[in-house]
């Protein structure tokens, strides 16, 4: 897998992942790739980007492949975007790169 540090950063609380939300495909998957020039990890839902559809799905997503509880992944910037700032509380930028390392 390409290396996602740039897409990390180290929070008080967990670690913040910046990823691009491709809303409205086939199938959804985290990760989905990584963006060079963004510095995002890819990641595809198939809900629409309406009414909050599409975010409440990218949780739901990026949680299960994590293995970790709903309330510990939160949209903080971007809620409105295709590139969005995700917190994942509890976790470490070296854990979160080991557990996606194995996707």
Not at 41 to 52: D, F, H, I, S, T
Not at 56 to 69: H, L, P, Q, S, W
Not at 73 to 100: F, H, N, W, Y
């Amino acid at each position: 897998m390409t290396d996602i540090t740039p897409a990390l950063s180290c929070s008080d609380r967990g670690t913040i992942i910046t990823i691009e939300v491709a809303a409205g495909s086939k199938t959804s998957c985290f990760p989905s790739g990584f963006n060079e020039w963004r510095n995002a990890v890819g990641c595809r839902v198939r809900a629409p980007a309406v009414e909050g559809r599409a975010n409440r799905e990218v949780i739901t997503v990026i949680a299960g492949a994590i293995g970790i509880e709903h309330s510990r992944v939160r949209i903080i910037s971007g809620s409105t975007a295709p590139v969005k700032k995700i917190l994942i509380e509890g976790m470490t930028p070296d854990q979160l790169r080991s557990v996606l390392a194995l996707s």
